[in-house]
């Protein structure tokens, strides 16, 4: 709320668990994304781009006070083939219900089998935890594109992901 008792819009786009592996867990990050022209003072009135800015600062005040990560995204920050990859993966989320109770044991699963064969690929990650988590491959490739879209497998979304070859991930987790 502001002084004068009016609420404040936030503009989140996204809020994701993301494996850090720094710390070693899954942790929420918040995303808001901005087109870069959004704070071009040329292209945009200032009271338009400060009224941006305020409302980004109380997002990064606001998720500051849960402990959870606030980062910005702009079309500078989003490649074709990042773009690609997560379109490809979303389309899980409207029926995530159906499998998301299986969410953390699958993760867990297919970062193990990573880690055991970093060689192999997608499709045969999922093969290999049909039989552990007893659960078919639709069911699976679904947690799979779940685990992408929300960044819980850090893959590296700027090489596009292809079930049928080995998945890169971002950095070693």
């Not at 008792?5 to 936030?10: L, N, R, S, T």
């Not at 009271?47 to 990560?69: C, D, M």
């Not at 499709?123 to 935890?129: A, T, W």
């Not at 659960?135 to 490739?141: E, F, N, R, S, V």
Request: glycine share 2%; aromatic share 12%.
């Amino acid at each position: 709320m502001d002084k004068n008792g009016e609420a404040y819009v936030m503009s989140t786009d996204l809020l994701c668990r993301e494996y850090d592996p720094k710390l070693q867990k899954t942790v929420k990050v918040a995303y808001s994304y901005k087109p870069i022209d959004s704070f071009d003072f040329k292209s945009k009135h200032p009271v338009s781009i400060n009224r941006t800015l305020a409302k980004l600062e109380l997002e990064r005040r606001y998720y500051l006070e849960k402990n959870i990560r606030f980062e910005i995204i702009t079309d500078a920050h989003i490649s074709k083939n990042c773009a690609h990859n997560l379109k490809a993966h979303r389309a899980s989320a409207f029926y995530k219900d159906e499998f998301v109770e299986h969410e953390v044991r699958f993760i867990n699963g297919f970062i193990d089998s990573w880690f055991a064969h970093q060689d192999i690929s997608v499709r045969e990650h999922l093969e290999k935890l049909k039989p552990k988590l007893g659960l078919g491959y639709t069911d699976l490739m679904a947690l799979f594109e779940w685990g992408i879209w929300t960044h819980q497998i850090p893959a590296d979304l700027e090489i596009k992901i292809n079930p049928f070859r080995p998945l890169l991930m971002r950095e070693a987790v």
